[in-house]
């Protein structure tokens, strides 16, 4: 399984409009079918630049759904956050490959 990760530091003045364009895009982004879920996180350190910086983590279904999802929807689902925001927000991609999952039960 992968993770498709997007860290995002959006600055205050648009912060609220941001969480809710995020909250209409990600199911857009899941839509494309090539994902199997999503978690939208705050990132609770504060950064020196300031703003609000949030990880959004998509579990793609494998490799080749998440290049398939750079090739056929990525740039159109980017442009939109992309011009909407532009130098309010930052963000950067990082691929994460799941080796094991744990859990524990404590009852």
């Known amino acids: 399984m992968i993770i498709y990760n997007v860290t995002v530091n959006i600055d205050d003045s648009v912060h ?3 969480l809710e364009w995020i909250k209409e895009h990600i199911p857009q982004v899941l839509a494309t079918g090539k994902f199997s879920e999503a978690k939208l996180t705050k990132v609770l350190v504060e950064e020196e630049m300031g703003g609000q910086t949030y990880s959004i983590q998509y579990k793609a279904h494998n490799r ?3 290049k398939k999802y750079y090739l056929e929807d990525a740039e159109r689902l980017r442009k939109d956050g ?7 927000m930052l963000a950067f991609r990082t691929e994460l490959e799941i080796i094991d999952e744990y859990t524990v039960n404590f009852n």
């Open 64 to 66: 080749e759904a998440l």
């Open 16 to 18: 609220l409009e941001w």
């Open 82 to 88: 992309s011009q909407r925001f532009a130098d309010k």
